[in-house]
Structures are given as structure tokens and as C-alpha cells.
């Protein structure tokens, strides 16, 4: 008989920049990039690893000493993440703030069940992957709410499993830190744990984050259309997770470069038949999301009542985009809010791979000539996605190496959009060269259904 899945809290942290080191109380006022963030439930990440056996209390001990001994450093660089997200009455701006004595919080758990199972591809349910990530609470609030809210930034959670494994679950609002400022956070983080293993000398982080708001230029007044938007927004103060993430399962699938080239060319194919142009922008993300959307498409219920186009919702970077410098090193979020949309017959049509790659050229030259195009709708059209993407092979959570190498495995799992909108996760791959690492939840029939059609799909190019 199956010993029943079990997660055991064994301790709870505080984690503050080193003690002997003097941060400043800062406070930082929300751009637009962010204001649409507070939205949605905050951002999960797990990271599975191998630990060597024998598993002992001794090199437990070490390793959370380690973890959180590092985790400490590193706050020394990015203090802000142990600060809040205060949340004040309306119509005053949301801010992150943070004050002498803030922290992290760290939780020290254990899992009776085995980490292979948990970091495999197949289908695994949510709600036992949630046990290994901390909980925050969402800046979710609702139009009769009055009261000020103050929530936490960042919380961080290891799990031990007794087949020696270990996993590292990162929990951080939308608001506090992009993919690429998580990233530099994760990497320092895990240069400093490098450090104190005596496995390298302490090269000094290269990257200082940048804190000074003033970089992100407003000439529309961008920051106060979207605030107001959101303050008028009359969203439930709950965790939508809770109520629907028990039917949902996990899988985990791949595109190699080979299959991402034999999608290119089928496009491309089918253009050629009907003499026309093939989309310009065949890259790695849009032709992989392209095909990921049309599997799902078909094992979702048809929108019977829909007679408009369907929109699948991602992010672009908006570093590279604004028309001004700033740092690369710019903490916080710079990245834009794109739709992506068709009709459902065009796309479950047998030319869906064009139409969708076709749309996405759409969307693409749209941002080259201006990224802040429509921009004062970002919350209002993403509340009528589908589908949405998060992550992206450009940002590689897999470099990351915090002294034992690349991780197992990493899941990056949604937050409030179960049973709503479609959520397609992107990472480069542990061992993809020019491939993608694609997660999708849906519920387990459903994910039967897709699993037969993304496998099939392929062969039948």
C-alpha cells in the first residue's frame, strides 16, 4: 500500500542582510510596468536537486545553514526583497517599501514521498507541488476593501525528501522582480553559497542593481491611467488556487531544435501551396508557443458563444525596447504586456500553424514600431486572454548553479489563472540545445488528450 504524500514543516526562518551591514530604509514607487502585476497571485518557482547520499541530519544541517547563510548575503545586494508591498487606501500609490530589521521568510520542510516522482514529466498534481513552495498572499483586493494591506515581497522554502533530494521553492509578487531581475537574484544567491562551499573564489557581482525609479520616463501619464484601472477593478480578496488547483494536474514536454526547424518548415510549406509569404518571425518562442497553442486549442471546449478572436497573452522584455538607456541592471519590471489574437476557426482550421504564426508577425511589428502602443489597455485586454505564457528560454534558470550543478528540474507554476485561462510555461531546458521546456497544467483528461495530440503532431510533420 502506498505510503499517502506527505509534507512536514520542521522550522520556520527570518533571513535579513547581514547584520553588520547598514541599509538604508527605501522606498519604491511602482511604473507601469508594474501596476498590471498587482493583478495577479504571486510568482512560483521550484527548483529540484539531487542531494548525495546517505541523506543525515548532518548534511541537512549544512545545507540549510549554507542556504540560508547565502540567502543573507545576497539580500545585502537586493535588500528590497525583504521589505513589502504596501498597499494603502485608495486613490494613494501602492509602494515597496523596506525598513531596518525586514526579512525573508525561509521554511525548512520534509517529504516522505520520492523527488523523482515529484520532478518527473509526467502528469503531477498541482496540489502537491504547491506544498513545496511557500505561500504569499495575493495583492488581489476588491473594490469594497478598506483597509491598508502590507505584503510580503519574497518567501523561500526547502524540502527534504527522504530519497535525498532537496528542492528550493522561490514564491515572489509580480511587482517586486521580472524573470531577469529573479534571475540576477537567483544567481547571486547562488554565487554566494559557491563562495562559502570554498568551491570558487567570490568573484564580485557583477550586476549592482539599479533601485532609481526616475529612469522609467511617464510622458503619457501611463502609471496613473493603469492605477486607476485597477483601483476601480472589483476582483474577490481570495486565492483562486485554492479552490481549483486539486483537479489540476502538471506535465512537462519538449521541442528539440529539430522539431522547432521540422514546425518551421511545415509553415513555411504550407505557404508555399498557397503562394504566400511565410511569416518573418519564426523564431524558437513564436513558432513553439504557435504549436502549443494549436494542441490545446483542440482538447479545449469549443467558444461556441465567441464570435470574436481568441487572444493568447505574453511578455516581451522592454529594456531592449524603450526609446532611452537604462541600467541592465534595473530592478524591478521592464517588460510589456502582448496579445495575440485570431479566430478559433482560423485557427483549428488545417492551416492553424500559419494563422497563428501569422498573428504573432502581427503583434511583433506592433512592438518594433511602438511597444506603449495601446498600452493604456494592458489590464483590460489581458482580462480577455485564453490562453497565457510565462517565462522564456532567453531567461535560463538552468545556468544557475548554487554549487552542486544545474538543478534537476524546474517548474515554474501558475498562480490564480486555474480553470480560467490556459497557462503554457517556457524554460530553455536542462539539456536542450535550441529546444524549449514547455509546462502545462490542465485537468488529467484533458491532459490525455493534449499529451496523445502534441506527441502525434510532431510525427505527422
Known sequence: MAVPFNVNVLDHHRVSPPPDSVMPPISLPLTYFDIPWLSYSPNRTLFFYQMPPPKTTTTTTILITLLKQSLSLSLHHFYPLAGNLSIPLPPAEPLMVYTEGDSVSFTVAESNTSIHHLSGNHPRTISKLSSLLPQLPSPIISRGCHMPLTLPLLAIQVTVFDDSGFTVGVTSQHVAADERTLYEFMNCWASFCKYLMNKESFVKFKFTPWFDR?????PISLKATLLKQWWNRANPYKDPQQETEHNMVQSTF????????KIKHHIVDKCKIVNEDPPLNLSLYETGVAYVWICLLKVEEPHDAKTGPIYLGYNASGISRLKYEIP???FGCCIVFGR???????????????CATKSFDIEIDRLVRDFLEGSERWISEWDELNVRVIGSPKVDFYRIDFGWGKAEKIEKLPGDDHGRVNV?????GRDLNGGLEIGMVLPEDKMTAFTSLFNSGLKEL
Open 340 to 354: 495575440v489574437g485570431a479566430l478559433e476557426s482560423d485557427l483549428l482550421h488545417e492551416d492553424g500553424l500559419v
Open 328 to 330: 541592465l541592471s534595473y
Open 424 to 428: 503554457i510555461s517556457l524554460n530553455g
Open 254 to 261: 519538449f521541442l528539440s531544435s529539430s522539431d522547432i526547424n
Open 214 to 218: 526616475s529612469v522609467i520616463l511617464d
